[in-house]
DNA sequence: TACGATTGTTTATCGCACGACTTAAATAGG
DNA sequence: CCTATTTAAGTCGTGCGATAAACAATCGTA
């Protein structure tokens, strides 16, 4: 009975892994398309949601660090797909914009998410509903590690 | 109505990646005391279940490849966890045995599942529920890949 | 002005992950 | 039998992500 708690199917963590790695298998044939990463992808996603963020922004919202994001931001500068200029305003801060390119990309990319729901087999909504109680499990985590 | 498919908060993605990397971040000083990585802890797992599996069963358990375990492998044989035999049965199987020290380790790992429990603000039952969810959905990724 | 805090970069290190290829052994088919 | 195919694992090459620690530049403020 103790000793279930070390058996592998019992592991949420496993679960949130091995989900994890299947979804990116999924996704990388899709992103190899657009040459991006699954990180750069979600980079990617904020900045076409919202132009112009800071890098401390960027990593606020994926809970990554500016070690992370500089050289990762660097590759999609290199690929043509951003541009990284300091602040006017405050002259610490990088302001992380879309080229045109980057901006055409998201076009490519909207095709991406109707094929993880067609994959997932199940609905919008059960998807959304999973995807919020994992995000409330995240938060836990995040809250107990600070 | 469309857009929303491309929002970052919609992203079931996401949700497992920042969970996902949550979790990790919670593990980390655990598993830095007994000197194992986040995989190789998963590794651990399935031999303190099963003793004396081979490569390729370790890797269909985990999802990975020969190619990832390998190296994975030798360096918990690097560092006392584990032997690793030629079957005599099968000559191309590699047969990976617990040490000792891979043993006792299992002791140390037990604190670990409970710690993940409390910082997961939730019960055990509601973590199970969670957790069958999640490993629905990866396989049915791991089906729509295959 | 000087000091502490903030922002981002750099450096070093490490391990995971995968694809493509190779080797060796077992199995199947003619 | 003997070849051909399949299977198991390892090798090689490549690349990225992740973190910690140290550093530089700027800002705000006392």
Known sequence: MTDDLLK???????ALYSANHAM???????LDELNL???????????????GQTVGGIGEKLFLESST??????RLEAAGFIQRTRSKEDERQVLIRLTSEGTALKTKAATIPPCI????????????RLKAEIVTLREALNKSAA
């Open 8 to 14: 592998l199917d019992n592991f949420i963590c496993f």
């Open 24 to 30: 990116n298998r999924l996704y990388k044939p899709m």
């Open 37 to 51: 990463t699954y990180p750069q992808y979600l980079v990617m996603v904020t900045l076409w949601e919202e132009d």
């Open 69 to 74: 994001l500089t050289p990762l931001l660097k």
């Open 117 to 128: 729901l067609d994959a997932s087999n199940t609905t919008a909504a059960e998807l959304t």
